[in-house]
């Protein structure tokens, strides 16, 4: 167990089940500014469920979640995003039919405060706030190393690059917590190096939260200052990576998958 | 010009206003409104109505027609825009069929099937052209803002863009009220060129036509969507075909766009002044060197 002193993000006896499926039950964990908390468990444990109850896209049955000191359980997905939290997603959702740059700036806009009447009047103030929208979308793409690639189709990127699309994605809203929900999964060897190098710089420059949710123990080891252990649901195990490694518990979840 | 010509051209430009709606509502935004023309039959009524009985000028008319729409576009986008895509086309088909009976039923006020004649003829061609850039500009404008971005986006994925912070109903409601507006502008405009009204023109299938021409000339290029609706309105009428050839035309334009120009004929491309610009400096470069 650990104490979390004034947490950024605290998640209290968090319930959710599907039917008659439980994915998730009486979970608690909390973690602090600019930290990074891994979430770990066998397939179908609940991790994804977890982030999508803490982004919003599913009700808690039951338990409570506090961001930065106020009640977000019951708020909608784009009120929680605009709070301070962002995301990508385990299969890369991009809008199709966007450029590169275009995408990442939609999380931007509603950081400028103009209506719908003034965008159809586009008065001179609406140009500038965009120049501003597309300043920041090309910091966030400069920031994952895609400056090059503003006007490709993003659709049209192969999928490594698109990973990155995302990610600059949920950058360019400034988060103060970001969700990762298996921001390696389909990379080869080569680009999993990449992304373990390019969560930490992202992390040194801005010095953001991170829950990050991931199957490939190499990035979880390197990167998480607390790891969170879930199976069926339910938290078996949490501690530093080194603990959760020699963890017999942990090592009986996994047994029959991939664990070094 | 003969005033057969320029009555097409009216014509066409009506429908490019009302088309341009469905071109940021369902070309930009994914939602298939089968309810549009209906509101372009309250803005047409209303106005008429407003004039022949009030003796109200044109703008006030009109005006009148665009607000009376808004107030019902805003309680038929509560109840609807949250559904499913595939519901939302068969509850505005809905509310539109039935805002048409309404005109239909209502013989004391609206003249039902029989229609409503001797409204003034405020509509000139000039008048129509001026009404069809503003649309044009507020349609680029709004595609050039975050709204714009934002409606791409919920059209593609709307999971992710409320978990992105995009307010998905709000903005689909603005676009949805916009529409509205353009399609009673276009419809108090009709009113005023034709002096004459009947619920048979405000029908579905006419909201239909709408989203076929958008689609046919490009989803997301504004520029395709005006070609698309200036191609499919005005040449049947050109051409004189008989009204069935065109049903049977739309549904040859239909198959072959879904398979061999799924984004339209112009798919994303758009014409703006930037590009002319290039080119113009492309040439000027070329003539130096």
């Given at each position: 167990m650990?104490?979390?002193?004034a947490?950024?993000?605290?998640v ?51 338990g409570?979640i ?13 009120r ?14 991009l ?120 199957h490939?123990?190499?990035?979880i080891?390197?990167l ?16 530093t990576p080194?603990?959760?490694?020699e ?14 | ?11 066409t ?5 009302g ?44 005006l ?13 986008g509560y ?15 809905g ?31 000039g ?47 603005r ?6 507006a ?11 060129l ?24 490009g ?8 070609l ?32 061999f ?29």
């Amino acid at each position: 167990m650990r104490e979390v002193r004034a947490p950024l993000l605290e998640v209290k006896n968090l319930s959710k089940r599907f039917g008659g499926v439980v994915a998730v039950s009486d979970f608690s964990f909390a973690l602090g500014e600019s930290e990074l908390v891994g979430i770990i468990g066998p397939n179908g444990a609940g991790k994804t469920t977890v982030l999508n109850l803490v982004s919003g896209l599913y009700r808690a049955d039951s338990g409570q979640i506090l961001f930065a000191g106020s009640d977000i359980t019951s708020l909608q997905p784009w009120r929680i995003a605009r709070l301070g939290v962002s995301r990508t997603f385990q299969n890369i959702r991009l809008f199709e039919g966007l450029t590169v740059l275009e995408n990442v700036k939609v999380p931007r806009g509603w950081h400028s405060r103009y209506g719908f009447l003034r965008a159809l009047g586009r008065d001179p103030w609406v140009g500038r706030e965009e120049r501003e929208i597309q300043a920041q979308a090309q910091k966030a793409l400069d920031l994952v190393g895609l400056a090059g690639y503003s006007d490709a189709l993003a659709s049209s990127l192969p999928y490594g690059l698109q990973r990155r699309v995302e990610l600059a994605r949920a950058l360019a809203s400034s988060p103060r917590l970001l969700l990762l929900d298996e921001p390696a999964a389909g990379l080869n060897p080569q680009e999993v190096r990449e992304l373990i190098e390019l969560i930490g710089v992202i992390r040194r420059e801005l010095g953001l939260a991170i829950i990050l949710i991931e199957h490939r123990m190499e990035v979880i080891m390197e990167l998480c200052d607390w790891i969170y252990v879930l199976d069926f649901g339910r938290l078996i195990a949490q501690g530093t990576p080194s603990q959760v490694r020699e963890d017999p518990v942990v090592i009986k979840a996994y047994l029959g998958e991939e664990f070094e | 010009m003969s005033s057969y010509y320029m009555f097409i051209a009216s014509f066409t430009a009506i429908t490019a206003i009302g088309a341009l709606g469905t071109f940021v509502l369902t070309g930009l935004t994914g939602l298939f409104s089968l309810g549009q023309a209906a509101f372009m039959g309250v803005g047409a009524y209303v106005a008429a109505l407003a004039a022949v009985h009030l003796h109200w000028g044109f703008a006030a008319s009109t005006l009148a027609g665009v607000a009376v729409a808004l107030l019902l576009a805003y309680p038929i986008g509560y109840a609807t825009l949250k559904l499913r895509q595939d519901y939302f086309a068969l509850a505005t088909f809905g509310f539109g069929e039935a805002i048409r009976a309404f005109m239909n039923e209502s013989v004391q006020v609206t003249g039902g099937a029989m229609g409503m004649s001797g409204v003034p003829k405020f509509t000139t061609p000039g008048l129509t052209l001026a009404f069809l850039v503003l649309a044009v500009w507020l349609v680029r404008n709004l595609k050039a803002s975050k709204f714009g971005r934002d409606c791409l986006a919920i059209r593609s994925d709307p999971t992710a863009a409320g978990a992105l912070g995009v307010d998905t109903f709000g903005c689909r409601m603005r676009v949805f009220l916009f529409a509205a507006a353009l399609a009673a502008l276009a419809g108090a405009l009709m009113a005023f060129l034709t002096t004459y009204v009947e619920p048979a023109m405000f029908g579905w299938m006419r909201s239909a036509e709408w989203i076929i021409m958008v689609f046919f000339g490009g989803r997301y290029s504004l520029t395709g969507s005006l070609l698309g609706i200036g191609l499919l309105s005005a040449l049947p009428e050109v051409l004189r075909f008989a009204s069935e050839l065109r049903s049977g035309l739309y549904c040859i334009i239909i198959l072959l766009i879904i398979n061999f120009k799924p984004a339209g004929l112009l798919g994303r491309w758009e014409l703006s002044w930037d590009l002319v610009r290039q080119r113009k400096a492309a040439e000027g470069g070329r003539a130096g060197a």
